[in-house]
């Protein structure tokens, strides 16, 4: 036999079926049909999704304290108004860029970097 020599496992619809009837119904877990079966878990997953059976899916359930959750909230608003803080600055930095490029086109220099230096110079 040759390294590359794998088992390649072909499972009939109905057995899928069956497999999956199994799990609804609780008879099994999946762990316990994966092993009675000789099946990947990940096999399993796939056919769960293939059928749309989101029912039989694992679910995630979490924990959380009350202050958990209010800290949470908090930390969102902080979020949010931080960004709202930092659109502002970057429009007022727009805005400014765009008074000084008028600026410095109706005082006559060549470009913004002209009037900055220029700006800078006097007091």
């Not at 209010?70 to 931080?82: D, F, G, M, T, W």
């Amino acid at each position: 036999m040759y390294k590359n020599d794998k088992v390649i496992r072909r499972y009939s619809e109905p057995f899928k079926l069956k497999i999956l009837d199994e799990l609804s119904i609780g008879k099994h877990t999946k762990s316990e049909l994966c092993k009675l079966y000789s099946i990947a878990p990940t096999t399993v997953n796939e056919w769960i999704k293939k059928y749309n059976r989101k029912d039989l899916m694992n679910t995630r359930v979490k924990v959380e304290t009350k202050d958990e959750i209010s800290r949470i909230k908090a930390l969102q608003k902080e979020i949010e108004q931080l960004k709202k803080l930092l659109l502002k600055k970057d429009l007022d930095a727009l805005v400014l860029d765009s008074y000084l490029e008028v600026a410095a086109e109706d005082l006559g220099y060549k470009s913004v970097a002209e009037l900055k230096k220029k700006l800078s110079i006097k007091p």
